[in-house]
T-cell receptor, first 113, second 113 residues
Framework: EAQVTQNPRYLITVTGKKLTVTCSQNMNHEYMSWYRQDPGLGLRQIYYSMNVEVTDKGDVPEGYKVSRKEKRNFPLILESPSPNQTSLYFC????????????FGPGTRLTVL | GQQLNQSPQSMFIQEGEDVSMNCTSSSIFNTWLWYKQDPGEGPVLLIALYKAGELTSNGRLTAQFGITRKDSFLNISASIPSDVGIYFCAGGSYGGSQGNLIFGKGTKLSVKP
């Protein structure tokens, strides 16, 4: 089944404790991205990657890192999480080019205490 | 940067009623997408529009790509309880080599049986 998977689905952590949220897709998509969703603010793009070893900042990159060492994986790294990073995070992927459906993962709900 | 204004923010309707929501922008988009997000899930693509003036249906859903390329609307006819969720519009424009998707803030739909 074609899908985007994220792990963990739920995470409660404390300020300053490094964490990684994994994202994997099995559709051979070139383009992958991370969003955060907050009430009243909709979906905001954190980082995106056009292909392996090619990443770029989205609208709200501060406090986040990403890597794209393999085509299928695009982990999101929070080196020193803070409470304002408490949010619902979505990974997404699609084929290169504009006219292609973007698939979303099921989401990771992160709480930073 | 580009922004989308999606309205209304929320709707409370009776089962069987028709629903209409729209997105507007001061910028031109090359594609409009409509997504639905069920509670606890990631957004799922409902309808994709690729041409100004295009009117596309998917079951009880109908969406149109505005002739000015700055707006789009989504109609749901004869709503049912499973229509509950958050509906997002997304505008696609050419940016870099992959294009960008800009999301509206969502319309939260509640359907009373």
């Amino acid at each position: 089944e074609a899908q985007v998977t994220q792990n963990p689905r739920y995470l409660i952590t404390v300020t300053g404790k490094k964490l990684t949220v994994t994202c994997s897709q099995n559709m051979n998509h070139e383009y992958m991205s991370w969003y955060r969703q907050d009430p009243g603010l909709g979906l905001r793009q954190i980082y995106y990657s056009m292909n392996v070893e090619v990443t770029d900042k989205g609208d709200v990159p501060e406090g986040y890192k990403v890597s794209r060492k393999e085509k299928r994986n695009f982990p999101l790294i929070l080196e020193s999480p803070s409470p304002n990073q408490t949010s619902l995070y979505f990974c997404a992927s699609r084929l290169a080019g504009l006219y292609n459906e973007q698939f979303f993962g099921p989401g990771t709900r992160l709480t930073v205490l | 940067g580009q922004q989308l204004n999606q309205s209304p923010q929320s709707m409370f309707i009776q089962e069987g009623e028709d629903v209409s929501m729209n997105c507007t922008s001061s910028s031109i988009f090359n594609t409009w997408l409509w997504y639905k997000q069920d509670p606890g899930e990631g957004p799922v693509l409902l309808i994709a529009l690729y041409k100004a003036g295009e009117l596309t249906s998917n079951g009880r859903l109908t969406a149109q790509f505005g002739i000015t390329r700055k707006d789009s609307f989504l109609n749901i006819s004869a709503s049912i309880p499973s229509d509950v969720g958050i509906y997002f519009c997304a505008g696609g424009s050419y940016g870099g080599s992959q294009g960008n998707l800009i999301f509206g803030k969502g319309t939260k739909l509640s359907v009373k049986p």
